[in-house]
């Protein structure tokens, strides 16, 4: 009963920039860290960014200095400003939250369906 709404994906050349939306409704208790992961053509799923409920942030090494996450609480939406985006960044950039369960108290996971980031000349 928690869903994860991206936008902000599309086409950029490199060095262009782009900031990724990750809204989460429905129903939970409570918002904790949430984060984007990405999955580029023929690799695996990978982390780039996380931010738990406090404001602490980790980043995949290869977006460090380049990429920002951020979060509003009273929105329950987490961001990715993308700058500098290279060819390798291409993906499809996925959010996810972890949400208390209001009837179970359950730390739940959700993933949003996800939303393409195109980079190219």
């Known amino acids: 009963q928690v869903q994860l709404v991206e936008s902000g994906g599309g086409l950029v050349q490199p060095g262009e920039s782009l900031r990724l939306s990750c809204a989460a409704s429905?129903?939970?208790?409570?918002?904790?860290?949430m984060g984007w992961y990405r999955q580029a053509p023929g690799k695996q799923r990978e982390p780039v960014a996380t931010?738990?409920?406090?404001?602490?942030?980790n980043y995949v090494d290869s977006v460090k200095g380049r990429f920002i996450i951020s979060r509003d609480n009273a929105k329950n939406t987490v961001y990715l400003q993308m700058n500098s985006l290279k060819p390798e960044d291409t993906a499809v950039y996925y959010c996810?939250?972890?949400?208390?369960?209001?009837?179970?108290?359950?730390?739940?996971?959700?993933w949003g369906q996800g939303t393409l980031v195109t980079v190219s000349a």
């Open positions: 931010i738990t409920g406090g404001g602490r942030i």
């Open positions: 996810n939250a972890e949400t208390r369960s209001r009837t179970t108290s359950v730390l739940i996971v959700t």
């Open positions: 429905g129903s939970f208790f409570s918002i904790g860290a």
